[in-house]
């Protein structure tokens, strides 16, 4: 059963407040999606293990329909999407720490650290991240230490190279502008996020410089921090997985090295 997140194997079918849950592996490049059991968490989050949710940000279908109520131009639509699919991320950012407290969705109480990176005011032990891109959002949960996590979608971008070398470190640019013309999109997006996932979960913000420390970038590469030069302590400390929930976008995930495995979760509807 063909998806836009992919081959889907077995499907069963399950809500969860109008949503679908379905599981893909921890394999690093395999994923595998399946409806959950309704109404509650398809598995326990253990101490030693992530969890990874992707959702669609443009569900209900009833936030199209209001799109076209409200707005007659193609700019006062596009604002007005965006701002409905933040409006979600929010509420489903909600709707699920709230299943891991086992509260009620409006219970949720949320704080801003000193950098911007939210954390929950009373955390019970567990920690998470979010980011957003076009109509998909990630969520990483956690009871093992911080986390970070980010997400693109995939678009060419005529500055790429400038960004690159303004921000990234030498050779970061360097790997990138050595690949063929085609792939350097896929690989700028790539040591983008990866970087990203490691400052959100620092919780450092712009006061950790992109170019401070370096990621592997190669296609064929592991996620990899290699080195920092600002806090060289910090790459014994940290992990990366990619994540590949849907075509055309790239994510990232930054956890502490004591977890041990990344279980990832597809929210549709």
């Known amino acids: 059963m063909p998806t836009r997140f992919g081959a889907a194997a077995e499907v069963v079918p399950g809500t969860l407040d109008g949503y679908a849950v379905r599981h893909v592996s921890s394999d690093v490049g395999r994923y595998y999606w399946r409806v959950a059991s309704p109404m509650r968490l398809p598995r326990p989050l ?61 219970h949720v109480q949320l704080r801003l650290g000193a950098h911007g990176k939210p954390h929950l005011s009373n955390p019970q032990g567990l920690q998470f991240n979010v980011s957003h891109a076009h109509d998909l959002a990630l969520y990483a949960v956690t009871r093992s230490g911080e986390v970070g996590v980010d997400l693109e979608h995939v678009r060419p971008i005529a500055s790429n190279l400038r960004i690159a070398k303004r921000f990234f470190t030498p050779g970061e640019f360097e790997a990138i502008v050595a690949l063929p013309e085609q792939e350097r999109d896929q690989a700028f997006f790539r040591c983008w996020t990866r970087k990203e996932a490691y400052v959100k979960a ?29 806090a060289p302590e910090e790459v014994a400390r940290w992990q990366l997985y990619d994540l590949r929930p ?7 995930v930054c956890v502490e090295r004591h977890v041990h495995q990344i279980a990832c979760w597809m929210w549709a509807r």
């Open 202 to 230: 620092r919780g450092g913000g712009l006061s950790i410089p992109l170019d401070e420390f370096q990621v592997e970038v190669e296609p064929a590469s592991t996620a990899t921090l290699l080195r920092s030069t600002s």
């Open 46 to 106: 253990a101490a030693d293990t992530t969890h990874v949710w992707c959702a669609s940000l443009d569900e209900p279908p009833i936030a199209h329909q209001r799109l076209f109520e409200i707005a007659r131009d193609a700019e006062r639509v596009a604002r007005e999407r965006d701002r409905l699919r933040s409006v979600a991320a929010r509420g489903l950012l909600r709707m699920l720490l709230a299943s891991y407290l086992d509260i009620r969705p409006d």
């Open 246 to 252: 849907a075509p055309d976008f790239i994510g990232a």
